[in-house]
Each structure stands twice: as structure tokens, then as C-alpha cells.
């Protein structure tokens, strides 16, 4: 049994990790037993301009979920990140910028970093942007990216970074939705050779009703392809930014006040802006980058995500930048020009930590091993895996082929909502299993629930959640706080629930199992089937739309639909194309259909819930184990779903 296999903890690993089995143990222990003393101690790892006193602070009851971490502390994360380096390490490189073209690369010192960050803060503040006001980002994999974050937190505004690939209609309800003043976005970026139109997005989506809040447009010259103008509206990078003063005195901001807005889909409704805070969230990031990826002074480190996701955020940006990390930013795409591309950025900045998702894995084992002949990556000591569950097969490759049978392999469970990692094995001090995610980070107190909410002892399956808080922890969504409470402490009294479904074997090692609800994970994206169902019945050629995942051997998940047609539309393959079209325009590449299939009818329960559970099992071909189709008010409809399904 796969389950079996473990890899011992390396000896050599071991003897200069931070954390080894016995600090693990002690370590755990304490911040479980006596979260207030833990937690006032690791609060010392970052820079406050008034030390908390007040640590903890934490209410669960979903009459009044209350999330409070060193309530009375005040600091600024730019300063952590950016200025108690400067004496220290100021000519340390801080970001090597990998472009998407391997001739292009350069170093940004800490003190480049930090000065291009008063700079652009200066500019803001030209721009009348105040404390707590939202700017949105739009941004390219370019170190300005990370200017822009840390520029913001800077003043005391709030970031909103909007995944590059998101279309100018998930733009738009993201700039509404945040209330925001100001976008930073560039020209076009580059991926694998190809230009994207971000102005041109931008453009596009500021056409649309409720922008209007939105005054200006802040534009980095990338590529001085093409674009429109808007005169008075929209202004160049360069000409607001370089004529400023390198310095600019830090805010002094709350523990509490918040650091980013970071949208993310869930099982209904629009996408929701999860809300996070400055002084735990920091201290969470920081801590977790050093000791689940060992990060010993002067490492390189590389984490393949793009900061439009949380994995950006607390693992390209703020962990390791607070950390005085040297953290590597790449633009491109691993398979440009070549698959071997990955493995020779390796090679050329001498990585040390590699993190990066099961789907990249999956997507380099199908060219089968001499993928990486290009590369040696013997620079590798501690490899990383997060967004989705990794399958053994993927796991085993990723050890034997990309880490040469020498790196322990990291898999890090967690969610845009928790901040940092939580379930991770720590390269020096946890015996890995391939395809779990191990044991939780201090202070994470995981538990298994029936879904009558009782808790489940011992080896079982069951619904993931998290006892107690944690510093990282999202406080709410934004403008919304019932839903925040709605989502994540109602369904179990006196837990969050993450949403994933969990097994833990006999050793307390945690396997995520996947969602549990009805998001999907596609490519390690998390996708709502309801944003892709509301946009498909928006097109008048559909009368219902329903949207499910099928496992698929890349992706981990695709995207299977059925749709039935209005009255008068008949099906084709034209139409199929232009529903496709018409999803990825309406939200983003990134949700476009792998399969769809035409449906006179949906399998219904006779109160008219649409029974999602028989669509997975037809999408995965699973037909033999339906279960009750009994309570269907028609069950000959699924007769001819079987019959007529796409995914053969
Ligand atoms: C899934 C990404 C298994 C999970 C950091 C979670 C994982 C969702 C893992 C959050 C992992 C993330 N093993 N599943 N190591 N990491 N997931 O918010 O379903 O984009 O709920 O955050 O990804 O996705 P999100």
C-alpha cells in the first residue's frame, strides 16, 4: 500500500534543521497547551513600533465570531519586510526576477527594494490615496508587483491583487466589490512568448457600471506594446514614480487593521473577499516560511505561484521578504521555451527551495523523465507542494526526478482563508508519506467531524476543520461579516470548516482528501461551480446549466458541464465552442469547460435540487455505483445522461 511508504526524516537534513522531532514535539505541545505564551514569543520575530501585550483574542460562536491577535500591538509589514533588513542586509539580494524570456533576469537588492517601495508610496499618496482606501492590482510577475504590496501596506492601504488571468468582467467585480480608487496594472504581460492585454482588460473593465469609484490608472511600461489613453485617468508608472523621494516614514498601523483583501470562489454565490490583517498574518507568514521549507540564511528560494493567489502573497512576498530571504519571481510559464525550463532556472540561480504545485508536476512526468536532462538541480535541498492533493505517483516523481532522491518534499495543506500553511510535515523533524500532508503547524488544531458534527477519534475519514484560531487566520469578508460567519462557523458549532473532506491514518497523519462542497480545484485554481452555472445561463441558448469536476490526469480536476438548451437552440459543436468562448471571456481561461454535454433534462429531487452527486458519477464514469436515484421526480433522465455521455 502506497500509504505505507515513508521516508525517514534525512540525518543530514535533520542536523541543522530548525525544527528536529523533539522541538516539533515540545514545540507543539506548548502552543496548543498555552497558545498566549506562544504566540507573545513568536510575535518577537517581527518589527512593531508598540509590542502587543494582548495576544489572543478569539470567538468562534457563530453569535459573535471575533478574531483578534496582538490586539494592542502596532507595527507596519513594510517595515518588517523592507527596513530592519537594510543594516543587516541591505545589499543582499531581496527578489531575483526571472523574466519569461531566459536572456532576461535581474537582482533587486533590500535597499532597491526598499527605496522603489517609498518611492511608489510617495506616489500613491500624490494620488490622494489615504489609509484604509483598496487599490487593486493588476499585475504582471514583475518585482513592481511586490512594490506595489508592500507600498500599499507602506501608507495603510489596503492591496487587492487580481489574478492576471482573470477577464475584464471578474475585474470589474473585484474593483466594485473593494470600492477602489486606484488600479496598478501594466501594458501587457508576458507568458510563454505571448502577449496578455492588461491595460486592454483594464480598459474594458472600467467600462462597466459601479466602476466609476475608480479615479485612476496606474500603468507599468513592460513591454510598450500598444494600448489606449485615457487622459486625466490613466498615468505612466514612470512618470509618477521615479521623480519621488526614496523615503517614506511607515503608517503606524493597528495589529488589526487590514493588510489585503484577497477574493477567492466558494460553493455559492461571487467570488468573496477574504479579509487579512497586519500582525498575525505577518508573524504566521514568516514563521511558516522558515521552519516548514527550513530556510537557513542566504538560500535561494522559489515559489512557482503568481501573487494573484495566496500562495503569492504569503510565499513570494511577505514570508520570505520578512525573513530577508532571497525570494526568486518567474513571469513565465514551465514549459517555455521548453519543458526543461523549470529545472534550468534551478540550475542558473542555484535554488535551494523549489515550491510549486502538483498540476506542474503532473504536466512535466507526462513528458517522462528526460524532461529535466536539460538541468542538474543538485542546488536543491527541501521541495515544496501545494494547491491540491498530490497524488502518490506525482509525489514519487517529484522526489526521484526533480529532486535527484535527495529533497524531502514539503506538502503543504492550506487556503487562501488560513493565511499561511497548516498541515505540512517540517523537512527535519516529520517522517514523510507520499501523498499526505502529514501533521499541523504549531498552533493548528485539526479535527475530523461526521456530518452531524460529532468528532471522530482515531484512523477515519470525515470533514476537516480547525478547533482553535490561529494568527494568519482571514478576520472576515469584506463588507460582508454574516457570510463570513455563515460559511465557515455555522456549519459546525464552534469549528471553521475548510471545506475539505480529510482521512487520518493510524499514525495521525492527515490525508486531504478534496472539497467537500461545491468548489472545484482545477489546476490547484479554486473555481465555484455557481460562478461558472451563472455564467453559462446568462448566454440565451441556455435554459439551465449544471457544473461538476471529473478527475482529470493533469489538471487533478476538470470541468465538466451539462447543459440543457433554450427552446428553438439545437446542439452542434459550433455551440459547444462558443459556450467555451463565452465562459472564458466571461471569467478567465482558467474556468474554460473540458467537457460539455448536452442535457434535455437534469436529475432532479422531486423538491427541484438539482442531485449533483449522480452528475459527478456520470463525469467520472463511475456509472455502476449511482446509489438511490429512487427520490428523483424523473429518473429516466439520468438513463439518458449515462447514455450520451461526453467523458468516454
Ligand atoms: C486545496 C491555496 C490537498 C484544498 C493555498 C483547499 C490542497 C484549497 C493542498 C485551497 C494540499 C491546497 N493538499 N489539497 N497540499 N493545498 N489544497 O484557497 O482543497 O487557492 O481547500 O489556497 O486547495 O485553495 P486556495
Same mark, same amino acid.
Given at each position: 500500500?502506497?500509504d505505507?511508504?515513508?521516508y ?7 542536523a541543522?534543521?530548525?525544527?528536529d ?26 518589527e512593531?513600533?508598540?509590542?502587543p ?11 459573535d ?8 500591538g ?6 518588517s519586510c523592507?527596513?530592519r ?18 536572456k532576461d533576469s ?5 535597499r ?17 490615496v489615504r489609509?484604509g ?6 499585475m ?6 511586490a ?8 501608507i ?10 482573470? %477577464? ?30 492588461l ?10 457600471k459601479?466602476t ?19 487622459e ?7 512618470d ?6 526614496t ?34 498574518y505577518?508573524?504566521y ?6 521552519y ?15 501573487v ?12 520570505p ?6 525570494t526568486?519571481m ?11 525550463r ?5 540550475d542558473k ?10 498540476t506542474?508536476?503532473r504536466?512535466?512526468m507526462?513528458h ?14 527541501v521541495?515544496?507542494?501545494?494547491g ?23 506538502d ?10 497548516m498541515?505540512?510535515?517540517l ?8 501523498? +499526505?500532508a502529514?501533521l ?5 488544531q ?11 477519534k482515531g ?7 480547525? %478547533? ?5 487566520q ?12 455563515q460559511?465557515?462557523?455555522s ?11 480529510c ?11 478534496g472539497?467537500v462542497?461545491?468548489?472545484l480545484?482545477? +489546476? ?6 455557481a460562478?461558472i452555472?451563472?455564467?453559462l445561463?446568462a448566454?440565451?441558448?441556455v435554459?439551465?446549466?449544471?457544473v461538476?469536476?471529473?478527475p482529470?490526469?493533469i489538471?487533478?480536476?476538470?470541468i ?11 446542439? +452542434?459543436?459550433?455551440?459547444?465552442k462558443e459556450?467555451t ?5 466571461? !471569467? ?6 473540458d &467537457?460539455?454535454q448536452w ?14 452527486? !449522480? ?14 436515484? +429512487?427520490?428523483l421526480?424523473?429518473?429516466? &433522465?439520468?438513463?439518458d ?8
Amino acid at each position: 500500500m502506497t500509504d505505507q511508504k515513508v521516508y525517514p526524516v534525512r540525518d543530514d537534513i535533520a542536523a541543522n534543521a530548525w525544527i528536529d522531532r523533539e522541538k516539533y514535539q515540545a514545540l507543539y505541545k506548548q502552543s496548543v497547551d498555552d497558545p498566549e505564551g506562544f504566540w507573545a514569543e513568536q510575535a518577537k520575530r517581527i518589527e512593531w513600533f508598540k509590542a502587543p501585550t494582548k495576544i489572543k483574542h478569539t470567538s468562534y460562536d457563530p453569535h459573535d465570531v471575533d478574531i483578534r491577535w496582538f490586539e494592542d500591538g502596532t507595527l507596519n509589514a513594510s517595515v518588517s519586510c523592507l527596513d530592519r533588513h537594510l543594516e543587516t542586509r541591505g545589499d543582499q539580494t531581496a527578489i531575483i526576477w526571472e523574466g519569461d524570456d531566459p536572456k532576461d533576469s535581474k537582482h533587486v537588492s533590500y535597499r532597491e527594494l526598499h527605496a522603489k517601495t517609498c518611492q511608489l508610496a510617495n506616489a500613491l499618496k500624490e494620488l490622494g490615496v489615504r489609509k484604509g482606501d483598496v487599490v487593486t492590482l493588476y499585475m504582471p510577475m514583475i518585482p513592481e508587483a511586490a512594490v506595489a504590496m508592500l507600498a500599499c501596506a507602506r501608507i495603510g492601504a489596503v492591496h487587492s491583487v487580481v489574478f492576471g488571468g482573470f %477577464s475584464p468582467d471578474a475585474l470589474a467585480q473585484r474593483i466594485i466589490g473593494a470600492d477602489s480608487k486606484l488600479v496598478i496594472t501594466a501594458d501587457e504581460s508576458v507568458r510563454g512568448g505571448k502577449q496578455v492585454p492588461l491595460k486592454d482588460n483594464v480598459d474594458a473593465a472600467l467600462t462597466r457600471k459601479g466602476t466609476e469609484v475608480c479615479e485612476n490608472v496606474l500603468v507599468v511600461k513592460r513591454t510598450g506594446g500598444e494600448i489606449e489613453w485615457k487622459e486625466g485617468r490613466d498615468l505612466w508608472y514612470h512618470d509618477l514614480v521615479d521623480k519621488q523621494a526614496t523615503d517614506c516614514p511607515a503608517e503606524e498601523m493597528n495589529a488589526e487593521d487590514p493588510l489585503f483583501i484577497l477574493y477567492t470562489s466558494g460553493s455559492t454565490g461571487a467570488p468573496k473577499g477574504l479579509k487579512h490583517t497586519t500582525g498575525g498574518y505577518l508573524v504566521y507568514a514568516s514563521l511558516t516560511h522558515q521552519y516548514i521549507f527550513d530556510y537557513q540564511d542566504g538560500e535561494v528560494y522559489w515559489c512557482t505561484a503568481d501573487v494573484g493567489w495566496v500562495t503569492g502573497h504569503s510565499y513570494i512576498v511577505y514570508g520570505p521578504l520578512a525573513n530577508g530571504a532571497i525570494t526568486l519571481m518567474f513571469e513565465g510559464v514551465p514549459s517555455y521555451p521548453t519543458h526543461g525550463r523549470m529545472g534550468e532556472i534551478v540550475d542558473k540561480h542555484k535554488v535551494n527551495i523549489l515550491y510549486t504545485a502538483p498540476t506542474a508536476i503532473r504536466a512535466l512526468m507526462a513528458h517522462g523523465d528526460g524532461v529535466m536532462d536539460s538541468s542538474k538541480r543538485d542546488t536543491l535541498r527541501v521541495m515544496g507542494s501545494v494547491g491540491e492533493p498530490i497524488n502518490p505517483e506525482a509525489w514519487e516523481w517529484y522526489y526521484r526526478v526533480i529532486g535527484n532522491s535527495k529533497c524531502p518534499i514539503v506538502d503543504t495543506w492550506w487556503q487562501t482563508e488560513t493565511g499561511g500553511i497548516m498541515i505540512a510535515p517540517l523537512p527535519g523533524a516529520i517522517d514523510l508519506k507520499p501523498g +499526505s500532508a502529514t501533521l499541523p503547524f504549531f498552533g493548528v488544531q485539526p479535527a475530523l467531524l461526521d456530518s452531524e458534527g460529532n468528532e471522530l477519534k482515531g484512523a477515519v475519514e470525515g470533514n476537516l476543520v480547525i %478547533s482553535d484560531s490561529w494568527p494568519g487566520q482571514a478576520r472576515s469578508i469584506w463588507g460582508d461579516h454574516d457570510r463570513f460567519v455563515q460559511t465557515y462557523f455555522s456549519t459546525y458549532k464552534g469549528y471553521y470548516f475548510t471545506g475539505d473532506g480529510c482521512r487520518r491514518d493510524e499514525d495521525g497523519y492527515y490525508w486531504i482528501t478534496g472539497r467537500v462542497d461545491d468548489v472545484l480545484n482545477v +489546476s490547484g485554481h479554486r473555481m465555484g461551480t455557481a460562478e461558472i452555472e451563472s455564467s453559462l445561463v446568462a448566454h440565451e441558448a441556455v435554459a439551465e446549466a449544471a457544473v461538476v469536476g471529473f478527475p482529470h490526469d493533469i489538471k487533478g480536476q476538470g470541468i465538466y458541464i451539462y447543459v440543457t438548451l433554450t427552446e428553438g437552440y439545437e446542439p +452542434s459543436d459550433e455551440l459547444k465552442k462558443e459556450l467555451t468562448l463565452w465562459v472564458r471571456k466571461d !471569467i478567465g481561461p482558467i474556468a474554460s469547460p473540458d &467537457v460539455i454535454q448536452w442535457a434535455p433534462g437534469l436529475p432532479k429531487t422531486r423538491s427541484g435540487k438539482i442531485m449533483r452527486r !449522480i452528475l459527478r458519477k456520470i463525469a467520472a464514469n463511475e456509472t455502476d455505483g449511482l446509489g438511490d436515484t +429512487s427520490t428523483l421526480a424523473d429518473p429516466s &433522465v439520468v438513463d439518458d445522461l449515462i447514455e450520451n455521455r461526453a467523458n468516454r
